[in-house]
């Protein structure tokens, strides 16, 4: 990722969001520090998409052991 100081991403916002649009993401700095970045916008996912998604998810999802709770996995992950 290119970094640029903030100043010169003022005099330059409109390169940069163009740059942007085409995938590259460009970190911006104030004072030698990362403070923005600007990334390519995600494309809208439709509702199919998302339905499918989560369909894709429980298919491979392992269903609990008998005599496993929800509870004990919690615990489980805490030790």
Do not use: H, Y
Request: no cysteine; net charge positive; hydrophobic share 40%.
């Amino acid at each position: 990722m290119r970094t640029v100081g903030l100043f010169e991403a003022k005099q330059k916002l409109s390169e940069l969001v163009e740059r942007a649009s085409e995938g590259e993401q460009i970190g911006i700095t104030r004072r030698g520090k990362l403070a923005a970045v600007i990334a390519p916008a995600r494309s809208a996912v439709s509702v199919t998409e998302i339905f499918a998604n989560i369909e894709r998810i429980r298919q491979n999802v392992k269903p609990l052991t008998k005599g496993v709770t929800v509870k004990d996995l919690i615990e489980e992950g805490r030790r």
